[in-house]
């Protein structure tokens, strides 16, 4: 009598826990394996308590919206920036004048964060010189260069060699096309003509 008992208690504790592991499964709807429930994410708004995909394709499908809207962005941030160039660059421009000390800390971090980057920028700056027709510049010319004040702002600090017409825009490296410009003036006027330079500037 006592054995049977014990056999029935065996038999009904194997029935219930084999029951309860079918409660405690359910197919994931990405997948479509029968996975335990503490493989899905909790979802308090759902029935179960539990996320329809499990963990691994909850997962996989947060990274793939969040590529998704990485890209998005992006195409946005181009956009924007098509339409908006010329106020976008006016005023970072602006924004540089006003900061030096700032613009030249944010370069300063930015080229130190991108090795690459930094490498590339300026083997693209020597590549645009090598594609431009270079032309002797004597020391005479660079000391006398060197040693004037800013021709745009008359400023005499961190006097730089400033391409009138840009090399980018097909100017030469050439004395006739080298003038002094302070390092403000010369970050300022970047890829610009003069002309338009002192236009965003409203200095024409
Ligand atoms: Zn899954
Ligand atoms: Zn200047």
Known sequence: MKVLQRCDNILERGQT??????????PCSVC??????QDFPNKSSTKSGKASACKPCN?????????ANL???REYQKAYYEANKSTIIARATKWAKDN????????????????????????????????????????RFLRKLYSSNCLYCGSHEQIT???VIPVELGGRHSEGNLVPACQSCNSSK???????????KGLA
């Open 32 to 37: 479509k394996q029968i996975l335990l429930l």
């Open 100 to 139: 030096p000390e700032k613009q030249y800390e944010h370069n300063r971090r930015w080229l130190l964060s991108q090795p690459g980057k930094a490498n590339a920028y300026a083997s693209n700056r020597r590549a645009k010189l090598k594609a431009c027709e270079v032309f002797p510049i004597s020391q």
């Open 161 to 163: 060699a400033d391409h």
């Open 190 to 200: 970047g890829m610009n003509l003069l002309i338009i330079w002192k236009k965003k």
């Open 71 to 73: 890209d998005k962005n």
């Open 59 to 67: 997962q996989a499908q947060k990274s793939a919206r969040y590529r």
């Open 17 to 26: 826990e084999k029951e309860s592991n079918m409660e405690n499964t359910k």
